[in-house]
């Protein structure tokens, strides 16, 4: 112990090296196994590792021009589509009970927030096993021998994610609600707006990073979903995470997958950029 | 109270219901005696059994809390350095690390996990998949969200307490371990009950990462819900893993509060 | 006899504010010495600088004698008691109050005993207090640990950081005696941070008055008060008047910007030199004059305030000069002056000091 004092005292003279090697075994780390992962997925991409996973010298842009083919450009739009109506819906419903409970139901808000807060800790595959227990039996019968199911439909997956990712929705929804400051709104009904009137001209832009922040949360997670279109969904509810799944899981083809997860990583990248910049503020937990 | 309130009320109980809707049924269903799900014939706990006495099951459980447990411990270490470093000090390149340490938290879970598999493939570990692997992966994602919490913490972190114990004697070490560390303590556990949740649950990652010897937990319910679809021992499967992440939720509000 | 604490030229930069400014001062042993100052002057970190939380950028810090820059805080024998106390929240009185005992490794045979009698030192009684948990105590009550847990050790000198300032006033005056009769009862040295004047009038042996980085003047209260050295700390302590103007002798000093002159005690230094001239408001009397040392001048009163034991006026003498006037209602001829009223207001020479010019 006394050695190790010692040492600090030599140290404490040159203040850099501490927060060095504080982060050096994280660093490490990181750098082993998230980083170098990363710049992994970036050569294969490349055609720089061959099918004897030896790094190559060789460089080609044919992946990223085969993922750029029609029908994985459907997917893709498609991938993309149903993220953004995922967010649209999530929101329309996830704020008013975001508002209702802040607002509305003071005395039973803990309550509430605790099973808002539940799904985040409950893994995704449960919830969607979960759902399906109850999706299976929407069977309508029309005429004798047609049926038309939620599973394996648009339906079935629409459903399926504004489901799982209502709540990721509420909670930043309700944290920015609940900061706005009561005595506001009241002023604001002195002035003489409705109640309507207060909501789109206060409330709304006050509460503006909440939405900001949960639509994020929404879309850029719905994007590479593979698990509710996997379950919930058809043919053509196939989407951007199920191609990179039968990609890799089936077809081995770690070249063209990489590629693909490449670009929509990018997308995402650029998305959450735009974000950061117009929007602000940290995530909290 | 006004119509517009009531509205509002009823519309936020009804997506409550909805919301738990489906878990109660599954919970319900769990106890059914009947091999179809659906119909009530009688409660049993006949599924519970059957699980208790699978093996494999056991084995993908016992998997999947090792896993975990060695991912909650290592992510707290580097997690708790790394908030120590980036709170305390301040050095170049300082705000490019924050940045980067926001990645592995937005980046999409497909990707991370497939980025992993090129990555053990690459360096020859394709053959040797299983827990090394799989624990090495989760704790790169992990660290990230321990990092984010307990820097949260923090900053709240009232630092003159260190000054005082400095001016009592307490040298560096002594302040750090009896001092700074004790009072943060309820933020790190609070981290690692995360870090061993993200870990448990788990999918993408792990079913990329894995080799054929090493089951896991989501991957079995995953492969039952493929084959089998609804199964009421699935759904008692899910409802235990489910009582399991409702209980860490409850713990994990509880010690925030301290 | 060797000073307690002693700093020379101590000299601390942020960026481009210089926080401390060659800074010089040595205090006694069992004295009870003040940092005055307002926000921002430097006191707070001249404090941190003695208890080694801060490094000079130049300068020498000695502490009984030796001269400590390179000692880190847990080897000085300082006590410390922070603006907001840093009671340790995760422990009992006890665990506080101990731990310094612990971290310095005076033998554990002794540490019940010790507690108990600081905690009677400090008006807290043990056997109520010693188990308590932080958040149970009200404000006083978390003052009197984190002095004992200082105390306890037996520094070489407390250091204070405008510890009384989140409490109530009525706590606080309370405070301000029991500080005083603990350092008279301990015998330790304390060095006192505050913005507050009255507070540091009442309680120090002496005090450093401070602004923006340096020392602008050291005394006992009745020095700093009565011969301030310069224009801030006139204007800083109490109330007062200036005169700017010119001395034109050792024994008259001229009004700028007016013909009145004024008998005035001029040192040597000051004569044929432009400087300032200040008197307290309570130094300045109402009435006729028969002594032949005294001031005597027409006025008018432009402002005037009853305060029941007293009577505040503004009395203008010249187009420049108007005197801030504060007089004890002795009699009704005082109690009664009002607005408008044209009275004669005279001091003797001496009552005024002279000032370098700013």
Sequence with gaps: ?285 | MKLGDLILKIFTLLVFALMYGPIVMMLAFSFNDSNVIGAWRGFTLHWYYELFSSVDIWNAFRNSVLVALVTAMASIVLGTLTALAMVRYSFKGKNVLDGLLYVPIIIPEITEALTLLLFYLWIGWGLQMGFATVAIGHIAFSVAFVFVIVRARMAGFDRSVEEAAKTLGANEIQTFFRITLPILLPGIVAAGLLAFTLSFDDFYKSVFTTGPAFDLLPLKIFSMASRGGVRPELNALATIALMISMGFALLYQWISKK | MQASVELIDVTRCFGDVVAVNNVSFSVRSNEFFSLLGPSGCGKTTTLRIIAGLEDPDRGTVKLRGEVVNDVPPYKRRIGMVFQHLALFPHMNVYGNVCFGLKMQKFPSSEFKSRICKILENVDMPPEVFIKRRINQLSGGQQQRVAIARALIVEPTVLLLDEPLGPLDLKIRQRMQIELKKIQRRVGTTFIYVTHDQGEALTMSDRIAVMNEGKIMQIGNSKEIYMNPKNKFVASFIGETNFIEGFCKSNETFEAKDSNLVIKADVPEDFVKKQAGLCIRPEKILIGRSLQKNENVFDGMVEEAWYLGSSISLRVRLTAEIVLKVQAQTVDDSIASIRLGDKIQVRWPKHNATVIPFE
């Design chain 1, 1 to 285: 112990m006394s050695y190790i004092q010692r040492l600090i005292d030599k140290l404490r003279q040159r203040k850099q090296i501490i927060p060095v090697a504080l982060l050096f075994p994280p660093l490490i780390y990181l750098a082993l196994f998230f980083f170098i992962p990363m710049s992994t997925g970036f050569l294969y991409g490349f055609g720089m590792i061959d099918r004897f996973y030896r790094f190559t010298q060789s460089f080609t842009v044919l992946h990223y021009i085969r993922a750029f083919d029609y029908t994985f450009l459907l997917i893709f739009s498609r991938s993309l589509l149903i993220a953004g109506l995922t967010a649209v819906l999530c929101f329309f419903i996830g704020y008013p009970v975001a508002y209702t409970i802040a607002l509305k139901m003071r005395r039973f808000r803990n309550l509430l927030m605790i099973l808002v807060i539940i799904p985040y800790w409950v893994s995704f595959l449960l919830r969607i096993y979960a759902l399906i227990n109850v999706l299976q039996f929407f069977d309508i019968y029309i005429f004798s021998g047609l049926k038309i199911s939620i599973m394996g439909s648009f339906l079935g997956v629409m459903t399926g994610m504004v489901w799982d990712y209502l709540p990721f929705m509420i909670l930043p929804l309700y944290a920015s609600i609940e900061k706005v400051e009561v005595s506001i709104l009241e002023a604001s009904k002195t002035l003489g707006a409705s109640s309507l009137k207060t909501y789109f001209h206060v409330t709304l832009p006050l509460t503006a990073p909440g939405v900001a922040a949960g639509t994020i949360l929404v879309f850029v997670p719905s994007v590479g979903e593979f698990l509710i279109p996997y379950f919930l969904g058809g043919v053509t509810e196939y989407m951007v995470g199920n191609l990179i799944w039968e990609l890799i899981m089936k077809a081995h083809n770690y070249w063209l997958g990489s590629a693909i997860s490449t670009i929509v990583l990018t997308i995402v990248l650029v998305i959450v950029l735009i974000y950061m910049k117009y929007g602000g503020g940290e995530m909290a937990f």
